[in-house]
């Protein structure tokens, strides 16, 4: 009772905070959610019902099924190249694409690897870890940190493989449940509307085409900032009551639990993937690899996202997906600092010279 | 399932929830606008979000605004269309969506199965509805996971139904309300109540040799040497000029200056600190305290320019340096000349 008491008080010291934390992440998101209601709503009106579904079809009459879809999924991961986008843009973009016929898989390798491998996340992850890889002196535990460049690479490589080994666990689960993995909006068309015979260009009024269009853009965008308001408000909340020193306390825990709790803030604090290496970086105290946890989770999964999931996806895909990817990141990330620690890690300094060279 | 329906269909909660959507998307959109046609260094945009976010923010809130605009317009001018009602029957679990706009007579069937095609109306029965929505229109929410019905339908063409009811949800527009009323009420504000002052670091010692200016200091730069000997001794003894937020203490002969490092949003936001030591040894004994010492409960959370000799200190319990702004006053040149307020500047340029 008396902690229950404390954290209220707290809270009510710290509520200005609270409001700013949500303030924050949603006036950041909110340009990308706009973008891809926008978008969403120009593909709605604009693409034929099953257009993607019909040449992925058209494919498959020279190449083996499985093999387009396995292909459909490897591009699928690095399509962020090509369009790289906020994942909460992402999510209205991909509910309307699923409709249209884009397989599932092939979405959500997107949806995971899109928001780590774009030149704009790789930049931002280089230069947050130039130069950030020294330790605190007298840091009461040593970490190796990685070069900048190994970094990059871990993050965007196990990104990649997280989204492709995930997406064809999806296309698994879609082999065996189909359109019963998905919320009605984001079912495949089926027969489609019966005034779309599936040819490109329709004869229709611009009036009711812009009207159309306004129409499934205003939807999207208040279906997804709500559960983006739901998902920035619990953020926030953690936020206020973690500092970023009871985060780089964390240094002096197995790295193990390490790791889990980094995943844990991850998924908790809704960081977008520009920002969420520099704060990374600020840990020099913490493990590389729990570091690198952190980074390959959280564009994947976090408490804004899980409510955004839940516009698209049912529960069973939701918790497929999320049980896919937690998993896959601790393993990554486990094997990762073992062979970073017992193999390619430069050895730790003599911690007395150091503090000695410091003093004079 | 198939099932016959009636007529019943409330149309009135139809345009409810297209009202409702448009005022709403109306004003978040002439909020992004604001936040943007309002910045400046110290305004609430430059608090929240980093620079680069800023255009993003506008062009949002534009888009937000027309988008809103041809909806409104598009939906006046649907008002008052009649279309014949039709009764049909349908599998409830289709999916299928309206992207077009029903006319009268339209007299086609909607994408449903071949034996739920829509039959004609009987002529008896005709009456006006709004016209037919397109597959925004998914039925109101069921809380996360879905809507429980398997289907995606168009409220208000030919007047039917789907054999159950399908009240707008007004509880998601009250939620949504949350961040106007937030933006109306000028919240948040821009001091952090967590902020703590560092007073942990030796107090002892007076002013090094001189050894000139630091000419362009930045808060980042000093935060940076902290962690590094050789970059410690290139700036000890230095004189140089931050710019930051008070925060007390405890005492009136030391305060910390903060800033806030973002990169993307104030959710990402490292402090960063420089302790600000007041050595009022060649003060005499008599002087007024303002000019050897600081009021903490005047200037917590302002922003003041702070100019001093740059030192190192350890912290006692964390083993790690923090830079130090050494400040000694005189009484040719007392404490107001080394700490001055200023106005707020929120941007990240200088850091």
Redesign the interface.
Known sequence: MDWFLHSLQVFG?????F??????????A???V??GA?IA?IL??LVPQQLIGRILTGLERWVPGGVVRVAAILLGGILGLAFPMCECGIIPVMRRLL?KGLPLSCCTAYLLAGPIINVVVMT?TYA?FS?AG?P????ARFSPQMPTLTMVALRVGLGYVVAVLTSLVVEWQWRRHG?KLL???A??????????DGSLWRS?PL??R??????????????I???L??GALL??GV??FL??EDIAALATQNPLLVIVLMMGLAVV????S???A??AA?F?TLPSAAKLAFLVLGPMLDLKLY?MY??VF??RLIWTIITAVVVQVFLYSVITHYVWVDYAAPPPPDQAAAAA??D? | MTHAHSHSHDDSAYYTE?LC??G??GL?GGI?VM?YVRNGPDGM?TF??AEK?HP??L??GI??LV??A??AA??W??VGKATPAHAHDHDHD????????HGPGCG??????PETAVKAADPGAVQASPPA??????PP?HG????G????HSHGHGGHDHGHEHTWSPI?YV??L??PV?YFLD???K????AAGINDVSTGGGLVADRGEATGLRFSELE?AA???DL?SAFEGKTGTLKGQFVSSGGDNMFTLVRYK???????A??LNAVILIDDSKMPRDAPAAEKHVNPSALQGKWVRVTGQIQFRKRRDK???VPVLLIQPTPEKPLGKFVEQCPPDYSQGDL
């Open positions: 010291e710290r509520a200005p905070d409001f700013k934390f949500f303030a924050s992440i949603l006036y950041e909110l340009p990308f706009v973008l926008a709503g709605e009106e409709g931002s947050a130069g020294e605190a002196v007298g840091a359109s919320l009605p909006l079912m495949p068309g089926g027969k489609g509307r019966t005034d779309d229709r009036l009711q812009l009207s159309n269009i306004s129409e499934t853009a205003l939807h999207d965008f208040v279906d900032t709500l559960f308001m739901l953020a926030s936020r206020t500092s970023h604090l809704c960081l977008c520009e920002a969420d520099f704060v600020s020099t409510f839940t516009r049912r529960p060279a410091a004079r | 297209q959507t448009i709403i998307c978040f992004l936040l945009l929240m979000l976010f993003w923010v062009w949002a888009g937000l988008l809103t041809i909806r598009t939906l001018l649907s289709h999916g299928h969506d309206h992207a077009h706009e086609h069937d909607h994408g449903h199965e929505m397109s597959p925004a229109m998914a929410d996360p996971g879905g809507d019905h398997g289907h995606d998601r939620v949504l949350l961040a937030l919240m948040p504000n001091t952090f109540s967590s940076r962690y590094s000997p410690r973002m990169n993307c949003c104030i959710a990402d490292i402090p083993d790690v340096y």
